[in-house]
């Protein structure tokens, strides 16, 4: 092996200028692919991050995934002898039945942390300014267990809505546009016409607008008497120990409970299905750049099997057997393989620190953010792999070619 391995590497270094064009295109499209991917990856994992880290990965409402079955369709079925219409449910006040019995069957559960949600619609009144916003009533003491929120604090604190029972917690953007600020005093009025003056005992910034406008905490209790559902919630959050388990425990949730359990996957489908569409079309393109430069090596390669028809003779007629011959070709593609991997990873390395240092501000964004780069050891050992399975390939057809050579007819056209 190390004879056919020098006979390869003098081959190769025979051609010192199209081996070298050959050896770079590997190591650029092994820089471009994990430069590229990188960027790919890291902006979904950062996506996917936020998305999991500021959402419960599972949330339970007050809603049943199928419409309630109607007597006299329970009783006839769909034989067709009797059908109504125009049927109105009874008014009745929306929320989730027993729910004390559901937060014991899930917090009985080893991986799963869970806090009662009651949210609601109402307005906002402020120096005759009006906003319409989201409220969101939790037990102060379990809002850690599953929200981020504590994270996003940026005056005062979740401490103040513990220690204050008509305390309220608002986004940034909500503040600015009505002109608020730490420890005011705001009315907010239910649609039931209830109103309550609950005082600010801290603002957060999420970094997302819509959410920093729209979103308020307070106290469960005070939520209840707002909204005028006392003793009732109408949502449950749950958080998980192993995020990607989702949308299994919410099956399973779901068929014990009867209420609609939705993971943050379902909640995400169209985003998750166009990250998936992405990534395909990533790895399709930065592919294409490793199977252009395996041309490359095909062309050297079998430039080589031309010229050196007579060495390839004399070796047989020497006794080296094709599947030696066949051996040292596809040995010359390995080395500008592995030689490609072994510059070309380095210089990727390079290319992804570059990116990491590029600050930029989107429009709309208040501060500049970096980009998002991932450094799993996944994506180094398919550019590697990848890289080294093109070079081989590449040189398959040309080492198979030499492998057929006749001696007998190369020598005597030389004599």
């Given at each position: 092996m190390r004879l056919l391995a020098f006979i390869a590497l003098k081959h190769l270094l025979a051609r010192k200028r199209q081996s070298?064009?050959?050896?770079?295109?590997?190591?650029?499209?092994?820089?471009?692919?994990?430069?590229?991917?990188?960027?790919?990856?890291?902006?979904?994992?950062?996506?996917?991050?936020?998305?999991?880290?500021?959402?419960?990965?599972i949330t339970i409402s007050d809603e049943f995934r199928n419409p309630r079955v109607q007597p006299v369709d329970r009783l006839y079925g769909d034989k067709g002898i009797v059908s109504i219409s125009g049927v109105k449910p009874l008014t009745e006040t929306r929320g989730i039945r027993g729910y004390e019995k559901i937060l014991v069957y899930l917090e009985n559960q080893p991986d799963i942390k869970v806090?009662?949600?009651?949210t609601g619609s109402s307005?906002?009144?402020?120096?005759?300014?009006?906003?319409?916003?989201?409220?969101n009533g939790m037990i102060p003491q379990e809002i850690d267990r599953?929200?981020?929120?504590?994270?996003?604090?940026?005056?005062?604190?979740l401490d103040r809505l513990y220690a204050n029972p008509d305390g309220v917690l608002i986004g940034v953007t909500l503040a600015k546009n009505l002109s608020l600020a730490l420890n005011d005093t705001i009315t907010i009025s239910a649609q039931n016409g209830n109103v309550r003056t609950l005082k600010i005992v801290g603002i957060f910034k999420t970094g997302r607008s819509g959410y920093d406008r729209s979103q308020v905490f307070m106290n469960l209790k005070r939520a209840q008497a707002l909204l005028g559902r006392i003793n009732r919630i109408n949502a449950i959050l749950v958080k998980l120990d192993q995020p990607n388990q989702a949308l299994l425990r919410a099956?399973?949730?779901?068929?014990?409970?009867?209420?609609?359990?939705?993971?943050?996957q379902e909640q995400s489908e169209d985003l998750m299905s166009t990250l998936a569409i992405r990534n395909k079309i990533m790895y399709t393109v930065v592919s294409a750049v490793l199977v252009v430069a395996a041309f490359g090596i095909y062309n050297v390669i079998s430039t080589v099997v031309m010229e050196k028809h007579r060495d390839i003779a004399i070796l047989k007629s020497m006794g080296f057997p094709a599947s030696d011959i066949r051996m040292i070709f596809l040995i010359q593609g390995v080395l500008l393989g592995v030689a490609g991997n072994l510059a070309g990873v380095p210089l990727g390395v390079i290319f992804m620190r570059a990116m990491e240092e590029i600050e930029f501000r989107p429009p709309g964004s208040t501060e500049a953010i970096s980009m998002p780069v991932s450094w799993g050891?996944?994506?180094?050992?398919?550019?590697?792999?990848?890289?080294?399975?093109?070079?081989?390939?590449?040189?398959?057809?040309?080492?198979?070619?030499?492998?057929?050579?006749?001696?007998?007819?190369?020598?005597?056209?030389?004599?």
């Open positions: 070298i064009v050959s050896l770079m295109g590997i190591v650029l499209g092994v820089a471009f692919f994990l430069a590229i991917s990188s960027i790919m990856q890291g902006s979904e994992e950062d996506f996917i991050k936020r998305l999991v880290d500021n959402s419960p990965h806090s009662p949600v009651l307005i906002i009144s402020f120096a005759g300014q009006e906003k319409g916003v989201t409220i599953v929200s981020t929120i504590r994270d996003y604090m940026v005056e005062g604190s099956h399973e949730i779901e068929a014990v409970i009867k209420y609609k359990s939705e993971s943050w050891m996944e994506q180094f050992a398919i550019a590697a792999t990848f890289a080294l399975s093109a070079a081989v390939l590449a040189s398959f057809l040309p080492a198979r070619k030499a492998s057929h050579v006749q001696p007998v007819d190369i020598l005597r056209g030389g004599l």
